[in-house]
């Protein structure tokens, strides 16, 4: 079992920053991707960014160039910095591990950008 908390989500004017964190915990498998997907209300759950263990990263056309992904392997965390946001990236922000074998959700973190 993985256990993912997320942390950094709030409120913000548009043009404003966020970072949003998230640190697993358990059965770490020291391959793995890490991500943030969102899902805003009445919208399906889309990615946002991904990083794997060895760095590569992806991220949504939408927030290419404003959100960037990091890791740090040594403290199994992933954290996602959200510069220049949009009202429309309003939604709740998940962590996402995942191996070959398996993938753990966090519980979700609220990001709300007010216009």
């Known amino acids: 079992q993985v256990q993912l908390v997320e942390s950094g989500g709030g409120l913000v004017q548009a043009g404003g920053s966020l970072r949003l964190s998230c640190a697993a915990s358990?059965?770490?498998?020291?391959?793995?991707?890490m991500g943030w997907y969102r899902q805003a209300p009445g919208k399906q759950r889309e990615l946002v960014a991904a990083?794997?263990?060895?760095?590569?990263?992806n991220y949504a056309d939408s927030v290419k160039g404003r959100f960037t992904i990091s890791r740090d392997n040594a403290k199994n965390a992933v954290y996602l910095q959200m510069n220049t946001l949009k009202p429309e990236d309003t939604a709740v922000y998940y962590c996402?591990?995942?191996?070959?074998?398996?993938?753990?959700w966090g519980q979700g973190t609220q990001v709300t950008v007010s216009s």
């Open positions: 358990g059965s770490i498998f020291s391959i793995n991707t």
């Open positions: 990083i794997t263990s060895g760095g590569r990263r």
């Open positions: 996402k591990y995942n191996t070959l074998y398996n993938e753990y």
